[in-house]
């Protein structure tokens, strides 16, 4: 039994108590390459007998080579010491000729900061950039003005002209967009600066909004004397327009999404097609005990009890990150035996599959599969695809009683609505209908919640002129 399942098989019933170095385990199970490798770099700057390579074979601790050769029984004392936490590290541990230095951050600015930047060779007059701060620092996350420009300029002690001015200025910073006081305002200022802003296109920003947001096309038309399908061209090009301009920046760094698993597509001499996994851990620092503290004749009794302690934290670590590999491996290549056609033809092809499927299958329990897929991507052959999406919560049951999985059905929603006449929308109830036929049977409410997951308004909303 692994060090994850002795710590999941610890039921309250009897009476155990979960260790740390469990509790350990199944955390790092769970984690993503990404995040592994932060907690490997957070031990290995806690944990004195941990050396960390990175897969390159760099080693942070190449100049400790020569403490070994320097550790004497004068500099036990220090060594003591040191590990204890209360004194200043002994200067073997520093190899003068290596210097490490830290990359600089790519640089994620706020949209205040993009904004304060701009003002900086906007405003001269230091009266208007207090007042062009103030403003800028009342933009929500949406680029929009908070708080009413009257309420703004009492509490500038201003005229209300001079603040309409300084926020003028501000609406003609990037993005476009960003000062405005409501959606209107928003799309009038981006409409404008690509001088679109005319015709029906002026006319939906100003006055039809509500109207465009419940699809009452022919109202708008009958209103504005047009015709409804110029109408829906004019609100096709309003709905390019950003209703968000400063949702696209945000207070941190971009999270970026990595694979953590590889299937590779093989082609054997006899045509056969194969899946291999690879584990995607290049990224993930290798740790291992420093050979300076295996040489325990040279401590101290004190020393030697806080050295074994650090010992078992760190083999501990090392022995649950190989059991992580070792699960997720065996995890994703189960997933890949159930799941060729998936894997060759495309998520229509998904079969039902459950936690407890694949458990039973690599004998493990159900939670440990669950915590081996969490916050874990694969990246196969057609995409990245979490590997959480393999497995069903639910399954629709075909005409025949057999269980289909809800990707499957998904699928079909799509490709029916795809393909429907665009004039002549599928309705939710049209679509049961087709996906009886295909062998599905489906509720409209279930119809209707895959349709809306997937992206699609509703027919009304899809009908084109």
Known sequence: MSLIEQALSMTMSQHLT??????????????????????????????????????????????????????????????????DGGGKQPSYFVDDTEKHFDAAAPLHMSLEEELLEQAKFAFHEEKERAMAVFLIGSLDNRGYLTLPLAEAARTLQTDLEEAESVLAVIQGFDPAGVGARDLSECLRLQAKRQGIYEGLVAAVIDRHLDEVALHHLKEIAAAEKAEPAEVQMAIDIVRRLDPKP???????????????????????????????????????????????????????????????????????????????????????????????????????????????DVA?????????????????????????????????????????????????????????????DARKPLSDQKLCVLLKEQGMSLSRRTVMKYREQLGFASSVKRRRY
Do not use: C
Not at 31 to 52: F, G, W
Not at 280 to 290: A, M, T, Y
Not at 366 to 391: C, D, I, Q
């Open 246 to 356: 400063g949702a696209a920046y945000g207070s941190g760094e971009p999270a970026y999404i990595t694979p953590d698993v590889i299937v590779r597509r093989e082609e054997d001499e006899a045509g056969r097609i194969h899946y291999r996994v690879e584990l995607e851990d290049g990224d993930v620092p290798q740790l291992h005990i420093s050979a300076l503290y295996r040489q325990a004749d040279a401590f101290d009794k004190m020393t030697k009890k806080y050295i074994t302690s650090r010992l078992h934290a760190a083999s501990w670590l090392i022995n649950s990150i190989e059991q992580r590999r070792t699960t997720i491996r065996h995890v994703v290549e189960e997933i890949v035996r159930r799941q060729p056609e998936y894997l060759a033809k495309g998520p229509a092809f998904l079969r039902p599959m459950t936690m407890r």
């Open 18 to 83: 979960m260790t740390m170095q469990m509790q350990q385990a199944i955390q790092i199970l769970q984690l993503s390459a990404q995040d592994l490798r932060a907690v490997i770099e957070k031990e290995y700057l806690e944990n004195p007998v941990l050396e960390m390579d990175y897969p390159a074979g760099e080693s942070y601790l190449q100049g400790r080579g020569a403490a070994a050769d320097a550790l004497q029984a004068g500099n036990v004392a220090a060594l003591a010491d040191y590990l």
């Open 360 to 420: 039973d299958a690599i004998g493990v329990h159900e939670s440990t599969v669950s915590r081996a897929v969490a916050n874990k991507y694969a990246e196969l052959p057609n995409g990245l695809v979490a590997l959480r999406t393999f497995f069903t919560s639910r399954n629709v049951r075909s005409a025949d009683g057999e269980e289909v999985a809800a990707a499957q059905a998904k699928a079909a929603i799509q490709k029916l609505i795809e393909a429907e």
